[in-house]
């Protein structure tokens, strides 16, 4: 596809990096002519320096011919205006980046006159993420397929669990509703099959229902359990997004800001929570409100430095999951080294969270991928295709496909009933297919044969 991205930012320059891993043909435009240059050079896109959001510009840019444009200035009201015109210039599809949680909230009001494709809220995203890992507190990582219906998790083996030396096939899937699918063990990653052998400390993924995987966690001694009172360090839009999603599923919620302005406005804003003014890195204020107490705690101050040593602390006097926020991804190199749990850059997500939305575009348009995650450090992708008529995989039970090595089959959505596949099973046209593998670059369902 076609893609214009107007803004060359953290979220523009996230956005520009995924979609161009999947070899679309991008154009950027900022006013920085350095902020253009550096991405002109370090990928490959055209650069054009200039205001998106005139005509002009966006002609010189590709919009003429373009599929998709993408507005992700700092500016909602520029990214709304950018693509208004961009609808004038024959833009077939239009992504506007908007973060105010007023125009969030009543932009669904205006999306038709506005001809918006999407709009995404990096701080709103990244709200939800959060509360999706808060609610499996156990969980490392939480992704979804089916539109939902069936998620993949992944969780660390605790040394005393009963599933620990046996093989995934001695393993009670509760009647074949849960299916094993990757293990990762000292820095390997393994596609798991029935010979897989788990030991404790291995980071195993799992797919099943939400409920379903409540289950088996709890019967493999693995705590999955849900964060109920939670601390959220400092008091941005990340977290009142969040403190909105936790307190309607009836968590307790404090939140620590240093600026009294924005405590107010807080208060104001979130009745049920309690707001407390003070000093995030303060540790004697953190253990006079009890954080040794806390399930779930979401470090979401303005500094990664300040983020990741409160959460190291935190986590010597805590038990609770703990969330920490980081936007420099040139951090990403000592992040593992620092033992903390789960890690969410925002700006990595809003580019995640459009190429999925670029995926599934294509796919009415002819295309075959759904969804695709990246697992692992991106050692493995997890990805959603739809059958069609034409594929050389349907009628034909999964034993007897000539499926790649390093890859599994493992979740069929037929009409909204899940399956998950044995042997005997077959893939029917329309079905929605789950594969997760480390071959790179799979584009159709017949790729995931051998040649």
Do not use: W
């Not at 991405?39 to 919009?63: F, I, K, P, R």
């Not at 009670?172 to 509703?177: A, K, M, V, W, Y």
């Not at 190429?355 to 493995?380: C, F, K, P, W």
């Not at 979740?411 to 997760?436: E, T, Y």
């Amino acid at each position: 596809m076609r893609i214009v991205i107007i803004g060359c930012g953290k979220v523009g320059t996230s956005i520009a990096r995924e979609l161009n891993a999947e070899n679309h043909d991008i154009s950027v435009v900022d006013n920085d002519r350095k902020a253009v240059a550096r991405l002109s050079e370090t990928l490959d896109v055209l650069g054009v320096e200039g205001n998106g959001a005139t005509y002009e510009v966006l002609a010189e840019a590709g919009a003429e011919t373009a599929d998709l444009v993408i507005a992700a200035t700092a500016r909602d009201e520029v990214n709304l205006y950018a693509c208004l015109m961009a609808r004038a210039a024959g833009v077939p599809h239009t992504i506007a980046r908007v973060r105010s949680p007023e125009y969030t909230d009543d932009l669904y009001r205006v999306k038709d006159q506005l001809r918006l494709s999407m709009s995404i809220n990096p701080e709103l995203t990244e709200a939800i993420e959060i509360s999706r890992l808060l609610r499996f507190s156990g969980a490392l990582e939480i992704d979804s397929f089916a539109k939902g219906a069936v998620e993949l998790i992944k969780v660390l083996v605790p040394e005393k669990s009963p599933v620990i030396g046996k093989r995934i096939s001695q393993i009670d899937t509760l009647g074949g509703r849960i299916r094993v699918c990757t293990v990762e063990r000292a820095n390997e990653v393994y596609i798991a099959n029935g010979d897989t052998e788990i030991k404790a400390g291995d980071k195993v993924t799992v797919v099943a229902k939400p409920e379903i995987a409540t289950r088996f966690f709890k019967k493999s001694g693995i705590n999955i359990g849900r964060s109920k009172d939670v601390f959220l360090l400092g008091g941005g839009k990340v977290s009142f997004y969040l403190a909105q999603r936790l307190l309607k599923a009836g968590a307790n919620v404090r939140i620590i800001e240093r600026n009294l302005e924005r405590c107010q406005e807080l208060a104001e804003a979130l009745h049920d929570a309690m707001i407390i003014h003070g000093d995030c890195m303060d540790q004697e204020l953190l253990l006079s409100e009890g954080i040794e107490r806390a399930d779930g705690v979401a470090a979401l101050m303005d500094y990664d430095e300040e983020n990741i040593l409160i959460s190291l602390y935190i986590k010597e006097v805590s038990k609770a999951k703990i969330i920490t926020k980081i936007n420099n991804e040139s951090f990403d190199n000592i992040i593992g080294n620092l033992g903390l749990e789960c890690v969410i850059n925002p700006k990595t997500l809003t580019g995640e969270y459009i190429a999925r939305y670029i995926r599934a575009m294509q796919n009415s348009l002819g295309g075959n991928v759904e969804t695709l995650y990246r697992l692992h450090e991106d050692r493995v992708e997890a990805l959603e295709f739809r059958a069609k008529q034409s594929s050389n995989v349907i009628d034909t039970p999964l034993s007897d496909l000539n499926l790649k090595d390093d890859l599994q089959i493992i979740c069929i959505n037929r009409n909204g009933k899940i399956i998950l596949p044995q042997g005997g099973d077959s893939i029917m046209a329309g079905d929605s297919v789950v594969v997760i593998t480390k071959h790179k670059g799979l584009s159709d369902l017949n790729d995931i044969l051998k040649r």
